[in-house]
């Protein structure tokens, strides 16, 4: 069975950090690209970085570049997202999903998301 379990999520203020974790299972986790996401009250899901799986290379989006970076950790089959300089614009359910291909909307395998909220 496929899990993605999504940890870490919480109430931080705005300016402070969070680090999020998904862990990962039944499936081949080298042959999977890894992505962030989340999704704002009556906003749509939203790409936030991806990382390859051919090369390792991370990409952002640009509402988060130089203030997220992602990470994986092969052997744990967990990816990690750390968040810094957070804003109450980052409040929103942060997911993480798995696809054979690459990082899109459509990603073949879906965590239950974990809630971050940035109070100001």
């Known amino acids: 069975e496929v899990q993605l379990v999504e940890s870490g999520g919480g109430l931080v203020q705005a300016g402070g950090s969070l680090r999020l974790s998904c862990a990962a299972s039944?499936?081949?986790?080298?042959?999977?690209?890894i992505g962030w996401f989340r999704q704002a009250p009556g906003k749509e899901r939203e790409g936030l970085a991806c990382?390859?799986?051919?090369?390792?290379?991370?990409y952002y989006a640009s509402s988060v570049k130089g203030r997220f970076t992602a990470s994986s950790d092969n052997a744990k089959s967990t990816v990690f997202l750390q968040m810094n300089s957070l804003k109450a614009d980052d409040t929103a359910v942060y997911y993480c999903a798995a696809d054979p291909r690459s990082c899109h909307r459509g990603m073949q395998y879906w965590g239950k998301g974990t809630l971050v909220t940035v109070s100001l």
């Open positions: 039944g499936f081949t986790f080298d042959d999977y690209a």
């Open positions: 990382i390859s799986s051919y090369d390792g290379s991370t």
